[in-house]
C-alpha cells in the first residue's frame, strides 16, 4: 500500500521548462516539445529535453537553472520532441562535472540521423560527460519520493512516466501517455496502491481528437484523479475536450514558466 514518509514542511516543486506555451510576458520560448525540471529530495531531475537544444539552453538560462546544477536526466520514450536536446545540455555541462546519470528505456537510445538524431543520442566527443542508465522491468529509485515507472510498450516503442509520492498520493508525470492512461493509472496503482492523484503533462489527444479525449477522461475520473495539468501533445483542442467531462476548474493549463508544488 501506499505510505508517504512524513516530513516536516517538505515539498518537491515541478516546473515546466519545455512545451509549445509559454506564460506571456516572458521572455520564455514556447516550442514543440516537452521537458520539466523536478526538485525533490534536495536534487534537481530533468526529465525531457524538449526538441530543440537552443531552446532548451535558452529557457534554463531564462529560469537561471546551470546544467551543472542537475543532478539525473530521465527521458520517457525515443520521440524527437523529448529527446533533441542532448546535446547541447552535455556541451553546457562542465568537463569536471560528475557524468550525469541518463535514465531510459533501452528503445529511446538511437543514433545520429541525417538532420536530426533519432532517439536519445550525443555525439561520442561527449560520451565521458554522461552514463547510461537503461530502465529495467521493475521501479527504479530515484530517490525517497521520485521514481520511474518500468517501461510500458506501446505501438512503436516504450514509455515510461515519472511518479512523485506526494502527501496525498502519487502524481504522475507523463511525456505522451502513448501506452495509454489507463495503463499508466493501473500499473501506478499496483506499485503505490493508490491510483494517480495528480496528472502532470501530455496525453496524446492532438487536434480533434474528442474519442481519445474521451477515453482519457472517463479513465482519470474513474480513478478519482481531478488535478490534471495538461501540456505539449493534449493541445489546446484536447485540453478543452478534457473540460467537458472532468470541468474546468480539474483541468489546467500547463506552460513554460509555470511551477507546482506539492507537500510531500
Known amino acids: 500500500m501506499y505510505s508517504s514518509v512524513a516530513v516536516m514542511n517538505a ?7 519545455y512545451d509549445e506555451g509559454a506564460l506571456p510576458d516572458t521572455r520564455y520560448i514556447g516550442a514543440e516539445g516537452f521537458a520539466v525540471i523536478v526538485e525533490a529530495d534536495g536534487q534537481r531531475t530533468l526529465f525531457g529535453l524538449g526538441k530543440r537544444g537552443r531552446y532548451l539552453s535558452h529557457n534554463l538560462g531564462e529560469m ?19 529527446c533533441g536536446g542532448f546535446r547541447e545540455l552535455l556541451t553546457e555541462r562542465s568537463p569536471e562535472a560528475p557524468k550525469l546519470p541518463v535514465y531510459a528505456p533501452a528503445s529511446a537510445w538511437g543514433h545520429k540521423g541525417i538532420i536530426y538524431p533519432v532517439g536519445l543520442y550525443a555525439p561520442p566527443e561527449l560520451s565521458g560527460r554522461y552514463e ?10 530515484l530517490s525517497e519520493h521520485l521514481a520511474l515507472s518500468p517501461p510500458l510498450p506501446f505501438d512503436g516503442g516504450e514509455e515510461c512516466v515519472l511518479v512523485l509520492r506526494t502527501e496525498t498520493g502519487p502524481a504522475v ?36 481528437n474528442d474519442a481519445r479525449a474521451d477515453e482519457c477522461a ?9 488535478q490534471l495539468y495538461l501540456n505539449h501533445c493534449t493541445a489546446v483542442e484536447g485540453t478543452g475536450r478534457m473540460r467537458v467531462t472532468l470541468g474546468i476548474d480539474g483541468v489546467k493549463d500547463f506552460y513554460v514558466g509555470m511551477s507546482l508544488t506539492f507537500k510531500l
Open 218 to 226: 472517463q479513465a482519470l475520473e474513474g480513478c478519482g484523479c481531478r
Open 64 to 82: 537561471e537553472v546551470k546544467a551543472d546544477s542537475i543532478d539525473r536526466l530521465a527521458v520517457s520514450h525515443g520521440h524527437l520532441a523529448h
Open 173 to 208: 508525470i507523463c511525456g505522451c501517455a502513448h501506452p495509454g492512461v489507463q495503463k499508466i493509472i493501473d500499473t501506478v496503482k499496483a506499485q503505490y496502491g493508490l491510483p494517480p492523484q495528480a496528472f502532470i503533462g501530455g496525453l496524446h489527444i492532438g487536434k480533434k
Open 11 to 17: 515539498t518537491a516543486k515541478i516546473t515546466d521548462l
Open 132 to 141: 547510461r542508465k537503461e530502465l529495467s522491468t521493475g521501479w527504479t529509485e
